[in-house]
């Protein structure tokens, strides 16, 4: 079974190696043009993580109030 897996990932490594990469970019000899991202405006996307940041943590929050709050109604 040893073996098995020993050649499988082989395999799978020798067809890593000789895989060439895949650019967004075309070179020279293709009729295609390179790749031009569209400009969006999100260069800077650190607003959106610390947003996420707050909605998490407000959620968490919301939830804890919610449980403690059932805890003493039950009661």
């Known amino acids: 079974m040893k073996n098995i897996y020993?050649?499988?990932l082989l395999v799978?490594?020798?067809f890593a190696l000789n895989v060439e990469n895949v650019?967004?970019?075309?070179?020279q000899y293709t009729p295609y043009k390179p790749h031009?991202?569209?400009d969006t405006g999100l260069e800077?996307?650190?607003i959106f993580y610390i947003t996420a940041l707050v909605l998490?943590?407000?959620?968490?929050?919301?939830?804890?109030?919610?449980?403690?709050?059932k805890g003493k109604l039950s009661k």
């Open 6 to 8: 020993k050649s499988a």
């Open 12 to 14: 799978v490594t020798i």
């Open 23 to 27: 650019l967004a970019d075309s070179n």
């Open 36 to 38: 031009e991202p569209i």
């Open 44 to 46: 800077n996307s650190s």
């Open 56 to 69: 998490f943590v407000l959620g968490l929050a919301t939830l804890s109030t919610a449980k403690t709050l």
